[in-house]
């Protein structure tokens, strides 16, 4: 099945709902991603220590690895983050940089010890706020389209628009556009009726529309915001050989995007502005076990289960087109008299770019994980640890505000994405009793397939066409730490280099502009254990 045919039955199954919308799989997926975090020597040792425990962070990938602890423990971490990024087209190539600093950790561990000779050792409790994910970096790129235009995606959804709705809509009409409020049609989508207003489409033809073969391209976008989580940890040891443990995870969502597109055409040009927010809440459960299987040895297993994330979210989106269009000029003879140029506006805002005149409510399923680990010491100098990590991104649902089930984009998303496999190693070394040095390495596969495209509904206000299909991440890290007898510091160095395939809108010739991120960033974790 070709794209524009599952797009046109994807169309014709969306009649059956009234319900406008703005999510789409990519804005799902975005909130799927996650960054290697945490305190300084989780860090540096590539996030590999679910098995090995003992660290506040475990709580989130392994929580039984707070069951290790024999004291008490106050964390906090803080860092800086320097963000490159590369674009590299048929024409021309982009860099970008941005920076900004982050509060990664703030947690707490409670150990109460029960005994030294019954099955129950000890009961901890344990609280952990960190950062799951930084969406900080900017991001520009040009390219020459030969011909092809993010106008061609407007005049093929207003040509179906009008064979599956029937929409009243007069595309060629000016004045029977004021006429009416079509922004609050849910029968037509936003990205049909900005190309409408910009006078960039004619719905008329047979063909899938009229629009301006474009000669050349711009896109810059912003990202900030972030998702915080906040670990509520129970965990227990018995007989110093199994340690269970349980954590609730809280989330808090603030992801806005802010995009500028631009092309040039003969006879004129234009400009869309894009302003897109995300904001809610979610939670979810993970379960952990760490096995302790020989009594004379610190070898352990940990095996841990993370439950679908609920999600509660609201998206918010406004955008701005201006265009200069040229026309020609004829008098009533039909002789050509000359050419003028007028300038078209609309702006969908109607206080400011995250006003209340655009908002989709809706729930998400994040996909469920699985998380197994090993770890151990050599001697009394050396801590090593290794682990993995499955979840399926194709797997991730999305619901209406009433509780129905988004099934069109679902099927979507199970197209489209696929599951994602992280593998994390890491390496401790002890010196004179109190002084360490780390390294890791952490790797995160794709969870898009190599021809996964943005789908955008027909009656859809979403009208960023903008898509990045994110290929593998490579995380490579070190730390060195202190510890006293109460007092600890850690210091870590995290460098991270993602490459993914950039389109600026949804089109089968359209080349892949291809992009690449690099993130270094430095971070100290202070703490006491008493």
């Keep these: 099945?070709?794209?524009n045919r599952l797009f046109l039955l994807a169309a014709a199954m969306l009649t059956t709902s009234s319900l406008m919308q703005a999510q789409t799989s990519y804005e799902a997926a975005a909130l799927l991603d996650t960054d290697l975090g945490g305190t300084a020597r989780f860090v540096g040792m590539g996030g590999a220590?679910?098995?090995?425990?003992?660290?506040?962070?475990?709580m989130g990938t392994n929580p039984a690895g707070i069951g290790l602890y024999?004291?008490?423990d106050l964390s906090m971490s803080f860092g800086g983050n320097w963000v490159t990024q590369r674009t590299y087209s048929n024409s021309a190539r982009n860099r970008s940089f941005s920076s900004y600093g982050t509060m990664d950790n703030v947690g707490i561990v409670m150990a109460s010890k029960l005994s030294n000779d019954n099955m129950l050792r000890f009961v901890n409790f344990g609280f952990n706020y960190h950062n799951v994910k930084r969406f900080g970096g900017k991001m520009g790129m040009s390219s020459n389209l030969n011909g092809l235009s993010q106008s061609g995606q407007m005049a093929w959804q207003a040509f179906e628009n009008k064979n599956v709705y029937a929409s009243d809509f007069d595309y060629n009409s000016p004045d029977g556009f004021y006429q009416k409020n079509y922004y609050g049609d849910e029968s037509i989508g936003w990205l049909t009726l900005l190309g409408a207003d910009g006078r960039l489409i004619d719905a008329s033809s047979k063909d899938g529309g009229n629009f301006y073969p474009s000669d050349a391209n711009r896109y810059n976008e912003v990202l900030s915001g972030g998702i915080d989580a906040f670990d509520f940890n129970l965990s227990f040891n018995l007989m110093d050989a199994v340690y269970l443990g349980v954590t609730l995870t809280a989330y808090d969502v603030d992801r806005r995007l802010e995009s500028t597109y631009s092309e040039t055409f003969y006879g004129g040009d234009y400009t869309l502005n894009n302003y897109y927010l995300t904001t809610g809440s979610g939670y979810d459960f993970k379960l952990g076990v760490i096995l302790r299987p020989i009594e004379e040895s610190s070898f352990r297993i940990g095996v841990a289960a993370t439950t679908p994330a609920v999600y509660n979210?609201?998206?918010?989106?406004s955008a701005i087109i201006s265009s200069n269009i040229m026309f020609d000029e004829f008098d009533d003879a039909g002789e050509f008299i000359g050419s003028y140029v007028e300038s078209f506006?609309?702006?969908?805002?109607?206080?400011?770019?995250y006003g209340e005149d655009c908002y989709t409510d809706y729930t998400m399923i994040a996909p469920a994980k699985l998380n197994l680990s090993l770890g151990g010491t050599i001697g009394t100098s050396w801590a090593l640890g290794a682990e993995y990590e499955y979840s399926n991104y194709g797997a991730t649902k999305l619901y209406?505000?009433?509780g129905d089930e988004n099934s069109i984009m679902n099927q979507h998303t199970n197209d489209n994405f696929r599951g994602?496999?992280?593998?994390?190693?890491?390496v401790e070394k002890m010196f004179a009793g109190s002084y360490y040095v780390r390294a890791g390495y952490?790797?995160?596969s794709s969870g898009y397939k190599a021809d996964a495209w943005k789908m955008i509904p027909l009656n859809s206000v979403q009208t960023n066409t903008a898509y990045k299909n994110l290929k593998s991440t490579n995380n490579v890290s070190c730390g060195v730490g202190y510890r006293g007898d109460v007092f600890y510091a850690d210091a870590a160095l995290l460098y991270s280099h993602q490459t993914a395939d950039f389109y600026p809108f949804e089109d089968p010739h359209l080349e892949a502009t291809s992009l690449n991120r690099n993130l270094l960033k430095g971070m100290v974790t202070l703490g006491l254990r008493f």
């Design 70 to 72: 024999r004291s008490w």
């Design 49 to 58: 220590m679910g098995a090995l425990g003992a660290d506040v962070s475990t």
């Design 420 to 426: 994602q496999h992280v593998l994390r190693m890491g």
């Design 345 to 353: 506006k609309m702006d969908t805002q109607h206080k400011d770019a």
């Design 1 to 3: 099945m070709t794209r």
């Design 313 to 317: 979210l609201r998206d918010y989106n």
């Design 400 to 402: 209406y505000k009433n």
């Design 442 to 444: 952490n790797y995160i």
